[in-house]
């Protein structure tokens, strides 16, 4: 159904991922807008280069300042926690509870937040990969337990066969065989499994794609454990129902919910099951405020390029809206899902469409340009990409700890 709508022209954005920053930079070509980006980090983060950052990749592959992806935009950016909403006043607030933001309309693009789903132990002493900060974390453990000395860890467990875990579980052996080599250590015998609660791994992937990915992880030396729960974790041992694997390091990338602001503001928000928002065919949560990427009920949330057609629908709503022309509704479309599956190799579906091996991999290569452009001006865009094939060898730890000749 279409709508004409008279907006106002204070522009206020919540979340400083894929769906805020490019609905940012699409409103800011728009005259007469004057358009602000909250974000609680100082950070862009380029999600799908987070399983290499933990793997020896560069952080500048995964966290863009996010002043230099809005410079020359005129986007005014403000690094900020926001907690409250009041729809009526059209004010958001900050979580220092004075400060607060007015609004002509409002975008919340929001991510999801880690879901341990209530498991004993795992909030204690999992690692993580959802942030570039969890992401060096887990990094600095792998070197730091290399030289801790007599018997270092060799099970090394992925809990969680989306996209994220297989793509960490598949480049892991290799660099951890990498970095032995550059600490000047005896190679290991290292051992990845990966575990899938769900019957099969990539679960939202056609069933031919994860029967052809659970034999390249086999190739690659990966263990796949499917249809097994997790039942706690403690220092020493992952457990899961009817097994106990012996080890220290455990990287848990299977749950993921709503963000707590929409929790925290239920009066104001519909819920659908599962906890994302409900929206209508604009997008939008209330009049006014609209919700797009990762927590808004649509059909194919949960990917980047959602969120990214998200933020182009919204961008273009209102700027239809302020020309006072008609408004077509949203239409949810297929995303092309690229999955990387060890070095050069990949697989690509889009419908029935699929690709494998090096074809693959050359797609998601291109994939990763088109996404640094979809945020950042085309020379920057092609400067960080040419970076995100590359390894960071140079860390402390290993710079430290190398033989000297």
Not at 67 to 93: F, H, N, S, Y
Not at 334 to 347: D, F, T
Not at 381 to 403: E, F, K, M, S, Y
Request: glycine letters at 10%; proline letters at 5%.
């Amino acid at each position: 159904m279409e709508q004409i709508r008279t907006p106002g022209s204070k522009i206020l954005i919540v979340g400083g991922g894929f769906g805020g920053v490019r609905t940012a930079v699409r409103l800011s070509r728009q005259r007469g807008l004057d358009v602000t980006l909250i974000s609680n980090l100082a950070t862009f983060a380029y999600y799908p280069q987070f399983y290499h950052s933990a793997t020896g990749g560069s952080r500048s592959e995964a966290a863009l300042p996010l002043t230099d992806v809005l410079a020359g935009t005129g986007v005014r950016l403000v690094q900020d926690v926001i907690v409250k909403i009041d729809p009526e006043a059209c004010t958001i607030t900050s979580i220092d509870g004075k400060t607060s933001y007015p609004y002509d309309e409002l975008i919340m693009a929001l991510g999801c937040v880690t879901n341990y789903f209530g498991i004993k132990g795992l909030s204690e002493f999992s690692y993580g990969i959802k942030s570039i900060d969890e992401a060096e974390r887990f990094k600095a453990h792998l070197h730091e337990q290399l030289l801790a000395g007599p018997g270092p860890d060799l099970n090394y467990v992925v809990v969680g066969a989306g996209p994220t875990g297989v793509e960490l579980a598949a480049s892991l052996g290799a660099y951890l065989d990498r970095i032995t080599a550059l600490h000047g250590l005896e190679p290991r015998d290292y051992h990845i499994e990966l575990v899938e609660a769900a019957p099969r791994i990539l679960p939202r992937s056609s069933e031919a794609v994860s029967r052809r990915v659970h034999r390249r992880l086999a190739k690659l030396g990966v263990e796949v454990i499917t249809g097994a729960a997790v039942k706690a974790e403690t220092a020493q041992e992952l457990q899961l129902e009817g097994k106990s694997i012996a080890t220290r390091t455990v990287v848990w990338t299977a749950g993921t919910s709503v963000n707590p602001f929409y929790y925290a503001n239920g009066a104001h928000f519909q819920l659908a099951k599962g906890g994302r928002v409900m929206v209508s065919d604009h997008l939008e949560a209330k009049n006014h405020v609209y919700v797009i990427g990762d927590n808004a009920a649509t059909q194919y949330s949960g990917m980047a390029q959602t969120a990214i057609r998200d933020a182009d629908f919204v961008a273009a709503d209102i700027a239809r809206a302020h020309a006072g022309r008609r408004r077509p509704a949203y239409k949810p479309f297929l995303p092309v899902s690229v999955i990387p599956v060890g070095e050069y190799w990949a697989v690509a579906e889009w419908g029935r469409l699929r690709l494998y091996g090096l074809p693959g991999y050359i797609l998601r290569r291109a994939a990763d340009l088109i996404g640094y452009a979809d945020i950042e001006r085309w020379p920057q865009a092609i400067r960080v990409w040419l970076q995100d094939g590359q390894h960071d060898d140079n860390c402390q730890i290993c710079a430290a700890r190398q033989p000297q000749n």
